[in-house]
């Protein structure tokens, strides 16, 4: 990892790791919407973040994940990617920054100004059926 990243480490099979190419890094972003506007603002990611992650070279997936808390719903989208390089590809230069679209002002309560990246040591295998 280059230098300025802050990684946390944290258990997510080896084996899985190196089959799929070595090292991954997690990108993780948060954002808050009123809770009346979640499943609106979930297809808009739909539509526009999660669709040009898929589109970028080098991620590996994305994760939506959503928690209703009161009159809030907040956003955790988890992604994976091969390298720094390919996170700069998605998100610019700076890429710590989060990268927001114009509409979100229409939904986001606030626009938090950073991500969190952090390297995958482990993933287990999905559980036998």
Do not use: C
Not at 8 to 16: H, K, M
Not at 24 to 45: E, F, K, N, Q, S
Not at 50 to 73: F, L
Not at 89 to 108: I, K, M, Q, V
């Amino acid at each position: 990892m280059k230098a300025g990243v802050e990684v946390v480490r944290f258990a997510v099979s080896t084996r899985v790791l190196r089959k799929r190419g070595g090292i991954v890094i997690a990108r993780i972003w948060h954002g808050r919407v009123p809770a009346a506007m979640a499943d609106t603002y979930h297809a808009y990611l739909l539509k526009t973040g999660v669709a040009d992650y898929r589109a970028t070279p080098g991620n590996r997936g994305v994760y939506v994940m959503r928690r209703v808390k009161e009159q809030v719903a907040h956003f955790e989208l988890l992604t994976f990617w091969n390298s720094v390089e390919a996170i700069k590809a998605f998100a610019g230069d700076d890429y710590e920054r989060a990268r927001y679209y114009p509409e979100d002002d229409e939904f986001l309560l606030e626009r938090e100004p950073h991500v969190t990246h952090l390297e995958v040591l482990h993933a287990s295998p999905e559980p036998a059926a």
